[in-house]
């Protein structure tokens, strides 16, 4: 499966909308781009999926240019409880390829008063 | 919806001791899947169960062993524990068809002296 590439860290304030980047250079055809977010004491918890173009949902949207060798994820307006590990993954979705998923260090947001 | 619970929240074990972790889901997932979180890593795959019935190896499957007791049920048992296997633990589940998504427990931090 493809390997990502995402910030360790990123910082932010209250109200700002923040952006975070992953490379995907050798995504599959048939790879879907999946976020999930972390926070400390708990399990990763699914944010937003997408294939191709903009897809939005009630907490974030994701950006996806047409070559999908990379996705923007984006939070509007953050508040403090926005403060987590966000994780980008990419797979295709049959069944039993979860198993294959690489999961890195993500990225670190923090958002400062 | 209770989702993903695991069983305990916290253990400390002494070298060489055994214990097993629990895992249930409530929706009538196929899929489970027990990973490990270390500092500075990424989450890891130590064995996953695509269906009722069936489990396979991951990426650090030595030292543990699993049980897919039905289809609600995947069971992680540590027969002698070592120092190495100090870890955050966390059980996950998906349909295992379409969408694939991953639901995560809340994770059990085990400590082992």
């Known amino acids: 499966l493809a390997k990502t590439t995402q910030p360790i860290s990123m910082d932010s304030y209250e109200g700002q909308e923040v952006n975070i980047t992953c490379s995907h250079n050798n995504i599959a055809t048939n790879d879907y781009i999946t976020w999930y977010q972390q926070f400390p004491s708990q399990g990763p918890r699914f944010i937003i999926q997408g294939y191709k173009t903009k897809v939005t949902n009630e907490v974030a949207s994701l950006f996806i240019p047409a070559d999908r060798k990379s996705s923007t994820l984006s939070l509007p307006r953050v508040s403090l409880s926005d403060t987590a590990v966000y994780y980008c993954?990419?797979?295709?979705?049959?069944?039993?390829?979860?198993?294959?998923?690489?999961w890195g260090l993500g990225t670190s947001l923090a958002v400062n008063p | 919806n209770a989702g993903v619970t695991q069983t305990p929240k916290f253990q400390v074990l002494k070298t060489g001791q055994s214990m097993t972790l629990q895992c249930a889901q409530d929706?009538?997932?196929?899929?489970m899947y027990w990973y490990r979180q270390d500092p500075g890593m990424g989450l890891r795959l130590i064995y996953y169960s695509a269906s009722e019935g069936t489990t396979d190896k991951g990426e650090v499957p030595n030292g543990y062993n699993v049980s897919r007791l039905n289809k609600r049920e995947f069971s992680l048992r540590l027969e002698s524990a070592a120092p190495s296997q100090t870890s955050v633990y966390f059980c996950a589940s998906s349909r295992g068809t379409g969408a694939n998504v991953l639901t995560f427990g809340a994770g059990s931090r085990l400590t082992v002296l």
């Open positions: 993954l990419v797979g295709d979705l049959e069944a039993g390829n979860n198993r294959k998923l690489i």
């Open positions: 929706m009538n997932h196929n899929s």
